[in-house]
């Protein structure tokens, strides 16, 4: 057992987890942090994405014991009690989801994406998000949805 201490949605831990705990299950079962979702365990659908320090990670691509001092944001993290996040919104306005289990890693992809280009091209944000498949849809709204944030974002500057 290893100790680790990450602060997780504004709350700060202190856990013993086995060395090879994946950080999507240490997440989910020592948490409770069930809205990160396992889709693949193989990193290649980004179900399961969160923020690592302001940056995107598939989290069953990293041990919980590399996550030690550092801080997550999971879905479950990024709304600000009653208000969702202008993400989460544009994509309720924009039906950017089907069955919804793409979503939260979609949503925290298009966060990080976001918050490194508040402006992208539709290209910049297909390829932003090409890391995240859907089985559900064409991708057209979810491309739609990260337009719509971008400008509820731009908004929320002025």
């Known amino acids: 057992m290893q100790h680790i201490k990450v602060t997780v949605d504004g709350t700060t831990y202190q856990k013993e987890v086995e060395p090879r705990t994946l950080l999507v ?3 989910r079962e ?3 942090r069930v809205g990160t979702v396992v889709g693949c365990d193989t990193s290649n659908c980004g179900a399961c994405t969160v923020l690592v320090d302001g940056v995107s990670l598939k989290s069953c691509s990293m ?3 590399q996550a030690d001092g550092s801080e997550i944001t999971t879905i479950q993290g990024v709304s600000d009690g009653n208000d969702w996040h202008p993400v989460q919104s544009a994509f309720k306005e924009c039906h950017g989801l089907q069955c919804g289990y793409c979503t939260p890693g979609m949503v925290i992809s298009s966060i990080d994406l976001l918050n490194e280009n508040p402006n992208p091209t539709e290209a910049e944000i297909r390829e932003g998000l090409e890391g995240n498949l859907c089985r ?6 979810i491309v739609k949805s990260v337009q719509r944030a971008a400008e509820l974002m731009e908004g929320a500057k002025s």
């Open 25 to 27: 299950h240490f997440l």
């Open 136 to 141: 559900c849809t064409g991708y057209h709204n």
């Open 30 to 32: 020592d948490l409770g």
């Open 63 to 65: 041990l919980a014991v």
